[in-house]
């Protein structure tokens, strides 16, 4: 009698989980699937952030095509950020574009996520200069190509011209920027 006792003990032991074992591997399926949502919330982040950024790159490419087309001794006066130097009658881009798709960050003075520059003194920025030491630019740098970098104006006889295109942005994923740095000179 003892053993047909016994056997049914183990077997009643055998049928189901106890609670402790219900709530352990309870435990262990939320830790994995908290693991599990958490890499998806930075996939899905990571995937934006991509987005973003091809969206970004593509529009500072275009701006340096559309500079590209430009006939090249207006390039400088059309997309710099002054207006003194505007061809007349003639409605310039300037030196900030909007990025389709993209928010321009908290603080942008203009509210265009794009901007061009060029080798200038913030003082005098209709004002090509060779002397401006940026290495993004890659100047100093002889502009007009007659063996010596000075300090004086270019900005009518540049043979050569150094550009970089910013685009900063904000968005889901936080803040971003890319910049694209060229040098554009006469076909």
Do not use: C
């Amino acid at each position: 009698m003892k053993a047909l006792h016994r056997a049914s003990a183990s077997t009643r032991r055998r049928r189901g989980f106890s609670l402790l074992e219900l709530m352990i591997a309870i435990s262990v399926m939320s830790v994995g699937l908290l693991g599990f949502t958490q890499a998806m919330v930075t996939a899905l982040r990571a995937q934006l952030l991509a987005r973003q950024q091809a969206i970004a790159t593509e529009a500072a490419r275009r701006q340096i095509e559309i500079m590209g087309s430009t006939q090249f001794s207006e390039v400088f006066r059309r997309f710099n950020g002054a207006t003194v130097d505007d061809p007349a009658g003639v409605v310039v881009p300037g030196a900030n574009f909007a990025v389709p798709g993209l928010t321009a960050q908290v603080g942008d003075a203009d509210g265009m996520a794009g901007e061009v520059l060029f080798p200038v003194d913030s003082v005098a920025p209709e004002e090509l200069r060779e002397d401006i030491a940026n290495t993004a630019l890659g100047t100093p740098l002889d502009l007009d190509v007659d063996g010596a970098v000075d300090g004086v104006d270019h900005s009518n006889d540049y043979q050569m011209l150094p550009v970089v295109v910013i685009v900063r942005w904000r968005g889901a994923a936080g803040e971003g920027q890319i910049q694209l740095e060229t040098i554009l000179g006469e076909d």
